[in-house]
């Protein structure tokens, strides 16, 4: 074989090893870039994942938060009628004993005659500008029922059927129909929270009577 044969033969091989290195190394560049996208595209598929978890978890606070409010709701009434339950029964009893009545009820386990001095101090707490009277001591209620409420007036409505619901629980608790004053009291509960609700007056209008 001639010198120029073999030269020619040579270059005919590092041309095409050179082709071939060439191609390999293109063929590389495309795994390595087909591997970067399959990793982007694990990522972007990740963070999908995520969002979706974190989604659910929300749907969960808010229901644990619906929960929370539906029980607060259902405790603000409860307390509203036992405040009313109480005050009234209580209110019964001072005109009981402010009328010199000898009875017993719910809200004091016996009833006895009182001397002149108590029943004088009773016949004042219930009369018009007294302690238990109408006007304070349905002031009192509507001041907790304003608190209660968180001072939110779209609460007055539930508010109000907690107080009706309270007056009819110290009447059977009584055990025969209240006094009079408890029922104009309760009268005038309802109209104060009306006139809270309709913004007639304010929260500071009742501040006082606590």
Do not use: H
Request: aromatic content about 6%.
């Amino acid at each position: 074989m001639s010198v120029s044969s073999i030269s020619s033969t040579t270059q005919t091989y590092e041309a095409a090893s050179t082709s071939a290195a060439t191609a390999a190394k293109e063929a590389e560049k495309k795994e390595q870039a087909s591997s970067k996208e399959t990793k982007e595209e694990a990522a972007v598929y990740e963070k999908s994942t995520t969002t979706k978890k974190d989604s659910a978890s929300q749907i969960y606070d808010n229901k644990a938060i619906v929960a929370k409010l539906k029980s607060d709701q259902e405790s603000r009434a409860a307390s509203m009628q036992s405040l009313v339950q109480k005050l009234l029964g209580k209110q019964g009893d001072k005109f009981n004993l402010a009328n010199s009545k000898n009875l017993a009820s719910t809200f004091r386990s016996a009833a006895a005659l009182a001397d002149p001095a108590t029943i004088a101090q009773a016949q004042k707490d219930i009369s018009e500008d007294g302690y238990w009277g109408v006007n304070k001591t349905s002031d009192r209620l509507v001041s907790m029922a304003i608190a209660l409420s968180g001072g939110d007036t779209e609460k007055a409505d539930e508010m109000m059927a907690a107080i009706q619901k309270g007056y009819d629980k110290a009447t059977a608790a009584w055990g025969e129909k209240l006094p009079d004053i408890c029922k104009q009291t309760l009268e005038a509960t309802k109209q104060k929270m009306e006139d809270w609700k309709t913004g007639k007056t304010t929260a500071k209008d009742y501040a006082d009577s606590i």
